[in-house]
């Protein structure tokens, strides 16, 4: 039972460069989401699903996509990366009744 | 719209000292509130529901709905308390969004 697995764990992209960042969950929870973390801002919330096929924007959502095509995966799309995303970057999963299970980040950079 | 305010950036205290975390919340209907940890450079780690009434690690936290509020509370500071605290609100009943406060960096002095 691996949890929430994100990968990668380090990135550096060049601005205007796209990529994907990918969360997976081996718990069977319905709800995902995204948050990105910056210093003095907390955790804001980038998008979130309540289940497969599912999806929904939250606070910050410019310049991401996701999608959730399955229960278990829920990727995060930069589609033009710029310095302003640089940030750590969680998935988390939640069953109903809990918290939220957290994946170990991806620390993002883009110069 | 749904907040949560973590009055403070960071919180410094003597080890043996009592622990107050303050989070205070706005919601229009019944809130679910939690507290989760960060330890340096690790991921993010729940700490406590309000509906559980558990204690964890020598923490409590009474919901207080007249005056919003969720503080985190511990008698008395260890170091290994230090750490990244954040306090976070969902609505209850099926799947709601959560929002995180800003966090508390909690430094715990020997």
């Known amino acids: 039972n691996a949890g929430v697995t994100q990968t990668p764990k380090f990135q550096v992209l060049k601005t205007g460069q796209s990529m994907t960042l990918q969360c997976a969950q081996d718990m069977n929870h319905e709800y995902m989401s995204w948050y990105r973390q910056d210093p003095g801002m907390g955790l804001r919330l980038i998008h979130y699903s309540v289940g497969a096929g599912i999806t929904d924007q939250g606070e910050v959502p410019n310049g991401y996509n996701v999608s959730r095509s399955t229960t278990e995966d829920f990727p995060l799309r930069l589609l033009s990366a710029a310095p302003s995303q640089t940030s750590v970057y969680f998935c988390a999963s939640r069953h109903r009744q809990f918290g939220y299970t957290f994946g170990s980040g991806t620390r993002l950079t883009v110069v | 719209a749904q907040r949560v305010t973590q009055p403070e950036k960071l919180l410094s205290v003597f080890k043996g000292a009592p622990v107050e975390l303050k989070c205070n919340y706005s919601y229009s209907g019944s809130p679910e509130l939690f507290w989760y940890v960060q330890y340096s450079r690790q991921r993010l780690q729940l700490l406590l529901r309000?509906?559980s009434r558990e204690s964890i690690k020598g923490f409590t936290a009474d919901l207080n709905k007249g005056e919003t509020s969720f503080h985190l509370k511990k008698p008395f500071a260890q170091e290994e308390d230090s750490a990244m605290y954040y306090c976070a609100l969902s609505g209850s009943g099926g799947y709601q969004k959560v929002t995180f406060g800003t966090g508390t960096k909690l430094q715990v002095i020997p």
């Open positions: 309000h509906i």
